[in-house]
Every structure is written in C-alpha cells, then in structure tokens.
C-alpha cells in the first residue's frame, strides 16, 4: 500500500515536497516512481529512483528542478519540487515498480497510490 501526501497550492516558482509511505512488503526491494496527470492530458513519468538510491532518473522538464530520494528505514520515497511552474499542476502519483531498477515507463509498475494534488498558480 502506498499512501502519498504534501500536495498543496503553491506559487510560481515555489517550491513543495512530496512524500509517499509505503509497506515494508512493497519498497525495500522495489524501484519507486512518481507520475502526473494533469488535467486532459496523459499521466506521464515525473521521477524514478531504484531500490539502493543510487541509481535516478528524471523526465527532462523536471531535470534540476525535481529531486526525488528514498528513505529505506522509513519506507519512504520523497519528491522536492523546486521552481515549480503553472504546468506542474497535476495530480502526482507514486508508484512502486515490479523490479528493484529505477524504472520509467507506467507499465513497469505494480502498484500506486492514491495521488496528491499539487496546483501551481501564476
């Protein structure tokens, strides 16, 4: 099960942090991911961490904007947004993949959880 939580509304050019609890069954050996929906378009591939931490990857618009990181002691995955736009509005969902590799693609993920909502005003 993955609960995710600190949306908000924010300013342009604002920042958030996006955390997601998660099962011990579920994460320690699991890649984890965040995605967005926004509203009329297709979810799409925000942030990808494997299981160590080591290993990340990032959609190129969030590149040096975003920071996605892991606590394994706490079963929790976290997305820093920073310098966060209008076009960040949208729901934000983390997602545990099927294997432990940091993964970008939806279909390689097993599980999700609720979403959160972020929203950016101008």
């Known amino acids: 099960q993955l609960q995710a939580s600190g949306g908000g509304l924010v300013q342009a050019g604002g920042s958030l942090t996006l955390s997601c609890a998660a099962s011990?069954?579920?994460?320690?050996?699991?890649?984890m991911g965040w995605f967005r929906r926004a509203p009329g378009k297709e979810r799409e591939f925000v942030a990808a961490?494997?299981?160590?931490?080591?290993?990340?990857d990032y959609a190129d618009s969030m590149k040096g904007r975003f920071t996605i990181s892991r606590d394994n002691a706490k079963n929790t995955v976290a997305l820093q947004m920073n310098s966060l736009k209008p076009d960040d509005t949208a729901v934000y969902y983390c997602a545990a993949a099927r294997s432990s590799f940091s993964a970008t693609t939806a279909r390689d993920y097993a599980y999700w959880g609720q979403g959160t909502q972020v929203t950016v005003s101008s």
């Open positions: 961490i494997n299981w160590r931490g080591g290993v990340t």
């Open positions: 011990g069954r579920i994460f320690s050996n699991n890649g």
